[in-house]
């Protein structure tokens, strides 16, 4: 039987997600400052951007407000709003402790060695 290839997910900050990117696997971080149960959609912020997130595949996940997280998953159209992308998450990690700043900086800098 052969299995379903998940590909691998771009590390990607929010400013970063624009609707060209639907249906990329991506990998982001930020604040969680909302979560609504009943719909399963969380909103992640980070640097004044947010990007809301279907938690439907992860359902079991106790989500805490006002954490950090690191959502993996594909990058969607969303069907209710003004077209912006909503990720379908598959993985979900708390990561409260990890300085974002800093892991900011890392990724500026590895950007900027792959694109040179």
């Given amino acids: 039987m052969e299995g379903v290839v ?3 997910a771009r590390i990607v900050g929010l400013e970063e997600v624009h609707p060209a990117m639907q249906n990329q696997s ?3 971080f930020g604040r969680l400052v909302e979560f609504d149960p009943s ?3 969380a909103v992640l912020n980070h640097q004044g951007h947010s990007l809301r997130v279907n938690t439907e595949l992860i359902a079991g996940v106790v989500l805490k407000s006002d954490s950090q997280y690191q ?3 594909e990058l969607r159209g969303a069907e209710d709003t ?3 992308l909503v990720l379908e998450a598959r993985v979900c990690r708390l990561v409260d402790g990890i ?3 800093l ?3 890392a990724l500026q800098l590895r950007n ?5």
């Fill in 39 to 41: 719909s399963q959609i």
């Fill in 112 to 116: 900027q060695f792959l694109q040179g």
């Fill in 103 to 105: 892991f900011q900086q």
């Fill in 71 to 73: 959502f993996i998953g």
């Fill in 82 to 84: 003004d077209g912006s």
């Fill in 26 to 28: 991506v990998r982001v």
């Fill in 99 to 101: 300085d974002l700043e």
């Fill in 6 to 8: 998940v590909p691998s």
